[in-house]
């Protein structure tokens, strides 16, 4: 048995893919391993979004070029591979900057990894692969999925045709592309049958999904998402990443009628200033996000909202910023993600005059972060008292602990909950912590199992 050691670094999407690079090696005799030390191949799974996150692969490398090495001096081999984003921008560049990297494939194309490998042990020389085969990648990979745990993410859309005037995405994964229902059916069947009952539809933009359905018509997510509510064994459905351009009237109503869909969103805005929304071509206004939520949460009253925010995109002043602090403030937030905007090389906006210095972004992100940190608190504090269906995922620190998701994705921390692992039961909120609750168990009962 050889062993095969993944590090994921980005989106769920990029989870979802190493989980397939799993699946697909282990007919090929690799079993996981827990350290690179251990492996007789490592695979980076790369995220090209910040340069931060691109950075962090080259001096990962390096590491693993003096594993490599040693291994090499006892007679060994260790195989390095890069795949995902990096390896789609930034292939020949790896190769060149990094001598002990065997194959480089984009996310397009992993499902040729067998192939890359025989190619490098056969020695004929190392591997680039980050074409974006005509042939659907999903068709070439293996249909039998591993999953560990109850909840589990499936990939029904990738790519995106926004162009963002600061993303790399639809340079990196390519144009939108939806999977047909039947395939999606099929392998949420099969997490099904696994014992998973939460399943998380993944694409870049997986609102804009518009699959094949099984009588030949074009089905938006939300017709998805009633189909996949019929299995019986998938007791939680949610999707992510949205763009608000996509939230489509059948999809909005879809939250108040699928009962199995989580009360929970993560719709990016980026910014609250129409100026800077314009320059980032985001095609949408902040006021047309503002009623969108508005719709939403008039068939979801408990609806708890996430989302991503840039700060310091070239040109945006301080009244720009400041219109995005109102927005927040407006919305409300369960929970977000916010970052400073970092200039990605090809992308429209790295070029832009008016780069924002480091100092200002710095303040606005620090600004922005403790109001979004004041909400999150002020959301998980509202829980305290409530009752919720908790669907345990993993042991907790101490002995009998067991840590699960409640509907809006907050980790709750429960004494007396090892013996429910991979089970939906209720859970009395009894504090709010930073990032995270604690709950005692409550007498209804709602069991999930296989
Ligand atoms: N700089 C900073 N943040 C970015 N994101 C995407 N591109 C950039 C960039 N160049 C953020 C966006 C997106 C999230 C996944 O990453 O907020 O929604
Ligand atoms: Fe990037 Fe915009 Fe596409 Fe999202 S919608 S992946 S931010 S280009």
Redesign the pocket.
């Known amino acids: 048995m050889k062993k095969l050691f993944i590090k994921t670094y980005g ?1 769920q999407m990029n989870v979802y893919d190493s989980a397939r690079m799993a699946d697909l090696l282990a007919p090929h005799g690799y079993g996981l391993a827990d350290a690179p030390e251990d492996a007789d191949m490592v695979i980076l799974n790369t995220c090209h ?2 340069e931060k996150a691109a950075e962090k692969v080259y001096s990962e490398l390096g590491r693993l070029k003096r594993i490599k090495q040693r291994k090499a001096d006892e007679g060994g081999e260790m195989l390095i591979a890069v795949a995902g984003c990096v390896a789609q921008a930034e292939g020949k560049e790896i190769i060149a900057r990094q001598p002990a990297v065997d194959i480089v494939v984009g996310p397009q194309s992993y499902q040729r990894l067998p192939e890359l490998i025989a190619q490098v042990h056969r020695g004929t020389g190392r591997a680039l692969e980050t074409e974006f085969p005509a042939e659907d990648k999903f068709d070439s990979l293996p249909t039998e999925v591993s999953s560990e745990g109850p909840a589990a993410f499936l990939t029904v859309q990738e790519g995106c045709d926004k162009f ?1 005037t ?4 639809p340079y990196t994964r390519g144009a939108e592309f939806s999977r047909p229902v039947s395939q999606i059916e099929d392998e949420a069947r099969r997490l099904a049958d696994r014992g998973v009952c939460e399943i998380t539809l993944l694409g870049q933009n997986v609102n804009a999904y518009c699959g094949a359905g099984p009588d030949g018509e074009e089905w938006s997510l939300a017709r998805l998402l009633h189909r996949l509510a019929r299995i019986e064994g998938i007791r939680r459905l949610r999707y992510t ?1 949205s763009h608000p351009r996509d939230m489509s009237d059948d999809l909005i109503a879809a939250h108040g009628e699928i009962e199995k869909l989580m009360p929970y969103l993560h719709l ?1 805005i ?1 910014s609250g200033s129409d100026r800077i929304l314009h320059a980032m071509n985001r095609q949408h206004k902040a006021d047309m996000y503002k009623k969108l939520v508005d719709r939403i949460r008039a068939v979801r009253s408990d609806l708890a909202l996430s989302s ?3 700060v310091g995109f070239p040109g945006e002043t301080d009244a720009d910023f400041e219109s995005t602090m109102t927005l927040v403030r407006n919305v409300g937030y369960a929970q977000a ?8 090389p090809g ?1 429209p ?2 070029t832009q005059a008016k780069q924002i210095p480091e100092d200002v972004k710095d303040a606005r992100l620090q600004a922005l972060q403790a109001l979004l940190s004041e909400q999150q608190r002020a959301f998980n504090t509202s829980c305290e008292g409530k009752t919720f269906d908790v669907l345990f995922e993993k042991p907790g620190r101490k002995h009998g602990q067991a840590v699960g998701r409640s509907p809006y994705l907050q980790p709750v921390h429960v004494e007396g909950a090892a013996h429910l692992m991979n089970r939906i039961h209720a859970v009395r909120i009894e504090a709010a912590l930073s990032n995270s609750l604690k709950g005692a168990l409550a007498e209804r009962m709602s069991v999930c199992a296989p």
């Open positions: 989106c979004i910040r963002c600061f993303c790399v995405v990443t990016p980026q991503d925010f840039i993600f916010s970052f400073k905007y970092s200039p990605r992308t906006a790295a």
